[in-house]
Structures are given as structure tokens and as C-alpha cells.
């Protein structure tokens, strides 16, 4: 498990049984306009710098002391498939685009403190250069399935408001190991 009990716990805290909560965060992540009632649900849900870090942690999973062994892991490692099988040139623009969206996801992450801040764009931009267009569409893409992916990680995460950290660690275990 790429975190520990205590970040567990805050997980548990603060997703158990609440979809909705996750459902606002894609949304604003998604730069998709909120009420002033949502904005101030995310402040007040987000202003525990822990809670963010966490919430970092599933979005752009980095190296970190404390993963133990067989975890350890960043986006580029698991970012192109086929590496030692492509030449430079078919790989720069899946590179550019790695790039883009981790930039993305650093603008997304900054809207949890500040939802009124600089909104990732996922609108598809036509008229492009045609490689231009193609690390654009591989950034948007990429980032909407890493955040819908890092979501829903996050609800499995939290379990029911009933079920004890160390029952929820047991289950993801178990279910890991199938």
C-alpha cells in the first residue's frame, strides 16, 4: 500500500460515505464552474495541508521514504509503454504530453486551496499543428483518466464510515492479492 495508517484514517475521515465530496473535486478538477456553497465546501474541506498532500499523493504518485518495498513508483516510470521498443522522435511528443499533464495536475491540486484559482482547460484545441494536437489530446486524456483512476482509489480507500482502518488495510490487501 503506497500509504500508511495515519493517512489512511484521514482518508477514512474524510471520504467514508461521502461521494459527493469526490464528485466535487473531479468537477473542479475538471474546471467545471462551482457555486459559491461548493468553493466553500472545498475550502473548508481542504485546508488541512496533510489531507493535500495525501490527495497528491494518489494524483501524482512520487518517490517517498516511507513507501514500503514493491510500492515505489512515479509517473514516469509507468508513463510509455514500449520505451526501449520506439525511437526518440516517435517518443518526444508522448514525452511533451507527459509533461502537459503533469503540469495539469499541479494547476488541478492548486485549485484545492484556492478554487477560484487558474482552471485546467479540457476544452480540445483545433487548428493546431497536427503534433501539437496530438500532445494535447494525449495530455487532456491522460489527465482525465489519472484523476477518475486517482477518485476512485480514493472512495475504495475510504470504505464505509463502519469498517476500522486496520479491517479496511485487510480488505485492500486481500482484494490486492487476487
Do not use: C, H
Amino acid at each position: 500500500m503506497r500509504i500508511n495508517e495515519k493517512e489512511l484514517k484521514v482518508i477514512k475521515d474524510v471520504f467514508a460515505e461521502n461521494e459527493p465530496l469526490l464528485i466535487l473535486v473531479r468537477n473542479l478538477f475538471f474546471g467545471m464552474e462551482l457555486t459559491e456553497e461548493e468553493k466553500k465546501n472545498i475550502k473548508a474541506n481542504f485546508k488541512d495541508k496533510e489531507l493535500r498532500r495525501i490527495i497528491r499523493k494518489f494524483l501524482i504518485p512520487e518517490f517517498d521514504a516511507d513507501i514500503p518495498i514493491g510500492f515505489s513508483t512515479d509517473l514516469w516510470m509507468s508513463s510509455v509503454d514500449g520505451i526501449k521498443s520506439n525511437s526518440p522522435e516517435t517518443l518526444f511528443p508522448i514525452f511533451k504530453s507527459q509533461e502537459k499533464w503533469i503540469e495539469m495536475m499541479e494547476t488541478a491540486l492548486k485549485l484545492l486551496e484556492n478554487p477560484d484559482g487558474i482552471k485546467v482547460n479540457l476544452k480540445i484545441m483545433t487548428g493546431l499543428d497536427p503534433s501539437d494536437m496530438y500532445v494535447q489530446i494525449l495530455a487532456r486524456n491522460n489527465f482525465v483518466s489519472a484523476v477518475e483512476r486517482a477518485l476512485t482509489q480514493i472512495k475504495t480507500w475510504a470504505g464505509q464510515k463502519s469498517e476500522s482502518v486496520s479491517e479496511t488495510r485487510e480488505r485492500l490487501l486481500k482484494d490486492s492479492s487476487k
